[in-house]
């Protein structure tokens, strides 16, 4: 268990070292992101601070009206605990500007509005200030597709996409990451009642086991005769590559 452990801050020293040398070719000192308290974008935090100086980080903060208050006063103590520049930036004005339009028909259309309104306000500050936008997705969710596309999947760089999110959950508590932020019950927040685990139907434990085998190259019959539950893991990873992929101009 230790040597897990010290592994494990092994991995995450290399993504410090990486993030800091993509930074470094890229001629490029600052970096912004979004914070939202949860457990994946506090440790992408903590590990821009470390890659590049907490003077070279900057959080927006942009909650919707689904945003929990104890989810930015979290962001914003975090913050002012370490640090680091931020600005709340409320979308709900916005979105209703979108939404008014007509265009977006179902729920998950309607949701999806908050995390593109969220990229293009990243971007924007991006531009302005020679930065590059850093994203706050771990590896299960990039291997699902649990994102959305040109929202919190637009980034140019991702510092933890190699960390399972049990993984995360393990490191954060080596990171010393309080307990009310990692004990959170992970959630985009698109709409009231949207939890991860409930929408993908199993929990995270569950899911990276059987993101573990597909790695492997086990095949779907031995996976599913373990995990009868993996069909919904299966068919996600399936649907969603086109997400994992570059713009194919044909």
Same mark, same amino acid.
């Given at each position: ?6 592994? #494990?801050?092994?991995? $995450? ?34 590990? #821009? ?14 909650? !919707? ?5 104890? %989810?930015?006063?979290? *962001? ?15 979308? %709900? ?6 939404? !008014? ?26 531009? !302005?200030?020679? *930065? ?13 597709? $649990?994102?959305?596309?040109?929202? %919190?999947?637009? *980034? ?5 996409? !190699? ?23 992970? @959630?985009?927040? #698109?709409?009231?009642?949207? $939890? ?6 199993? @929990? ?8 573990? #085998? ?37």
């Amino acid at each position: 268990m230790v040597l897990k452990m010290q592994m #494990l801050l092994q991995r $995450y020293k290399k993504a410090v070292r990486k993030t800091a040398n993509y930074f470094r070719k890229a001629g490029v000192r600052k970096a912004v992101f979004g914070l939202s308290a949860g457990l994946d974008s506090t440790i992408t935090a903590l590990l #821009l601070i470390e890659a590049l100086g907490k003077e070279n980080v900057f959080a927006l903060i942009m909650p !919707s009206k689904h945003t929990k208050k104890r %989810d930015i006063k979290d *962001a914003i103590e975090f913050c002012e605990k370490h640090g680091i520049a931020y600005k709340v930036c409320k979308i %709900d004005r916005i979105v209703k500007d979108i939404v !008014s339009f007509g265009l977006a028909k179902t729920k998950l259309a309607k949701g999806n509005i908050i995390p593109r309104i969220r990229m293009i306000l990243l971007y924007c500050y991006a531009n !302005s200030n020679n *930065a590059l936008v850093v994203g706050t997705s771990n590896k299960t969710e990039l291997m699902l597709g $649990y994102f959305t596309k040109y929202g %919190d999947g637009a *980034a140019d760089i991702f510092p933890i996409a !190699s960390f399972y999110k049990t993984e995360l959950i393990e490191l954060a508590k080596l990171l010393g990451i309080p307990e009310k932020i990692v004990e959170k019950r992970p @959630s985009a927040g #698109l709409w009231p009642g949207q $939890y991860d685990e409930k929408e993908l139907g199993l @929990s995270y434990k569950e899911i990276d086991s059987i993101l573990k #085998l597909m790695e492997k190259k086990v095949s779907e019959e031995a996976i599913l005769k373990r995990f009868p539950k993996a069909k919904r893991v299966l068919q996600l990873v399936k649907a969603n590559a086109h997400k994992r992929k570059q713009v194919i101009i044909s």
